[in-house]
């Protein structure tokens, strides 16, 4: 079943289409990776499925539903999840407390402030172990290493029973040790949640891709699984090299 559906997406930022005529169709509990060169528009094309970016022309259907002009916040209570290169936890909480905002079901301050310490099993227990953090929990988060804090963020989007998570460069300034429990993580949620990544490090897409899009100029130059794409001369032209 197909639970993203963009058709025919552009977005023009001046004389520049930053997305051309984008196609893409991605099924419920995939997990696809973007790839292509710096300025493909893949970044772009994450922030026009959250909404942070409104497009100049096209439609994206999520989950059978038209969101294409629906507001940001709008977008993540149908269950769309984004994670920045550039983490997006509360420093100066723990792990724990992070949790508990994210799984508030009740926007706004006061809710926020009156949120109670979460018992730490079922699902909450479930993320963390994911994670690797449930040893981790009165942490601050400012505290932790890189790799624990993306964790974090992930672990902050499954508490909130994200139905598609975006990823953007989730394994930046990872070691080789993070990276590796990082697509164990992505591994282990197959068919769970719906991920797209967009990622540079082909060793991680090669642990991780079901699928993998490739995208040039805006539009999509290559679709298929990693040994196709990785014998692809197109992409070899204009991205892997020969």
Same mark, same amino acid.
């Given at each position: 079943?197909?639970?993203?559906?963009?058709?025919?997406?552009?977005? *023009? /930022?001046?004389?520049?289409?930053?997305?051309?005529?984008? +196609?893409?169709?991605?099924?419920?509990?995939?997990?696809?990776?973007? %790839?292509?060169?710096?300025?493909?528009? $893949?970044?772009?094309?994450?922030?026009?499925?959250?909404?942070?970016?409104?497009?100049?022309?096209?439609?994206? #259907? /999520?989950?059978?539903?038209?969101?294409?002009?629906?507001?940001?916040?709008?977008?993540?209570?149908?269950?769309?999840?984004?994670?920045?290169?550039?983490?997006?936890?509360? @420093?100066?909480?723990?792990?724990?407390?992070?949790?508990?905002?994210?799984?508030?079901?009740?926007?706004?301050?006061?809710?926020?402030?009156?949120?109670?310490?979460? !018992?730490?099993?079922?699902?909450? $227990?479930? =993320?963390?172990?994911?994670?690797?953090?449930?040893?981790?929990?009165?942490? $601050?988060?400012?505290?932790?290493?890189?790799?624990?804090? *993306?964790?974090?963020?992930?672990? #902050? &989007?499954?508490?909130?029973?994200?139905?598609?998570? %975006? #990823?953007?460069? !989730?394994?930046?300034?990872?070691?080789? *040790?993070?990276?590796? @429990?990082?697509?164990?993580?992505? +591994?282990?949620?197959?068919?769970?949640?719906?991920?797209?990544?967009?990622?540079?490090?082909?060793?991680?897409?090669?642990?991780?891709?079901?699928? =993998?899009?490739?995208?040039?100029?805006?539009?999509? &130059?290559?679709?298929?699984?990693?040994?196709?794409?990785?014998?692809?001369?197109?992409?070899?032209?204009?991205?892997?090299?020969?």
């Amino acid at each position: 079943m197909t639970v993203l559906d963009i058709q025919n997406l552009t977005v *023009q /930022f001046g004389g520049l289409k930053a997305v051309n005529g984008l +196609n893409l169709q991605v099924k419920m509990g995939e997990l696809r990776c973007l %790839l292509g060169p710096n300025g493909a528009g $893949k970044s772009t094309t994450l922030d026009l499925i959250c909404g942070k970016t409104r497009a100049t022309s096209g439609k994206i #259907m /999520f989950d059978g539903t038209d969101i294409t002009e629906l507001a940001e916040y709008r977008r993540a209570r149908c269950g769309i999840g984004r994670k920045f290169q550039v983490p997006s936890v509360f @420093k100066e909480l723990t792990v724990i407390e992070n949790i508990e905002i994210a799984r508030s079901r009740r926007p706004g301050l006061w809710a926020a402030l009156s949120t109670f310490r979460t !018992p730490i099993r079922g699902r909450v $227990k479930d =993320v963390l172990d994911r994670v690797s953090l449930v040893e981790h929990i009165d942490t $601050k988060a400012g505290n932790l290493s890189h790799g624990q804090t *993306q964790w974090l963020e992930i672990a #902050m &989007l499954l508490a909130q029973d994200s139905k598609l998570i %975006l #990823m953007d460069e !989730p394994t930046a300034g990872m070691t080789i *040790q993070e990276t590796l @429990k990082t697509a164990e993580i992505f +591994n282990s949620l197959r068919g769970e949640h719906t991920i797209i990544v967009v990622e540079h490090d082909m060793q991680f897409v090669r642990q991780v891709a079901q699928r =993998v899009t490739v995208m040039n100029q805006g539009s999509v &130059l290559a679709d298929g699984s990693i040994a196709e794409i990785e014998a692809d001369a197109r992409v070899k032209a204009v991205y892997l090299g020969h």
